[in-house]
């Protein structure tokens, strides 16, 4: 390196510095190397090279008001996969949702996916609610011991494997009446700690 | 609350019903899926003809079952998720229900049980 060089370079180095530099280890190096791509600004706030920086970075990971859509959509696909993408049972959703315990009038239609507790309304689930009702219809109980008496003409007794609260419920009941309209007989094969 | 949901109980409740039943209707609770190969062997075992709650049951050699299709679910849930995304109330968006009901049985399980002779006497005894 030349001396005029030198003098105008704000990253020169002398002829003694450049000797020394052969020197320095392959190790070292690429340490420095590293250090030079990974470094933040010293706290003058100046880079290495002498010209002003923010100290401070703002970026979309740090920035609120970048951020804050970002954090709104991973809140709602938070509530999606926790309320809708895990096949959930009413014992389970009632404890996520314990306020639908204490109100019976949305048990009170036998006949609805709103009797199992898990919706106020269909059309308009409310809260932060939505999603696919993969249980069906109470009437595909009936239809379901229908194909049973169908294919076993000598049926009279019919078990129905479900936990206690399955029994219980609305499920139990449409069960129960679908058994009696066909003239059979429904034992519970239930289990408390099923 | 998946992990009560286990073999030993499973074990108990078809014991139970051994002695009292003909037939079996798993109930419709989506906790039956985890263990729904107990729940066919368990079956196979009793020589018991029973109706489950979704086609998978039938894929592991149950009877019979009448139930949606689970695939069509999965793809319902994808465009939930992709309307909540956009900025969709989740509260807003109405339930999907289904109206497509399929039936599936297995021919093997069936000439294997004899549902159309079977009796509390073909079963064999615990």
Redesign the interface.
Known sequence: MVASTMAYSMSGVSEQASKSLVKTSALTQSRYRLKTVFQLPKSGGRSRHGLPVRKIQSTASSNRRLSLPLLL?VR??T??MRL??R??????YE?IHPKLESQPSLRSNPDS?QSLG??AS????????????????LK??E???G??AE?????????????RP??EDS?GAA?REAAKRAGHFV?A???E?? | MLSVFNEAEYQRAFSMEHDCTNALNVSDEPEHITRRATVVELAAQDRIPTIYLFLDFVDLGGLMARSIDRADVDRRFANLIDKILRGSNPGDIPFYQHTNVRWSSISKTAKALDPRNASDAARPRR
């Open positions: 959509g709602r696909l509530q999606a809708h993408l096949p959930l049972g009413v014992c389970q404890s996916q898990l919706v269909i059309a308009r689930p409310g809260d932060n609610i939505t999603g696919v009702a993969i249980v069906g219809e595909i109980i239809r379901r011991m194909l049973l294919a076993m003409p000598k049926l009279s007794t019919i078990g129905y494997l479900a936990s399955s029994w499920r069960v034992v094969c239930y289990a700690r099923f």
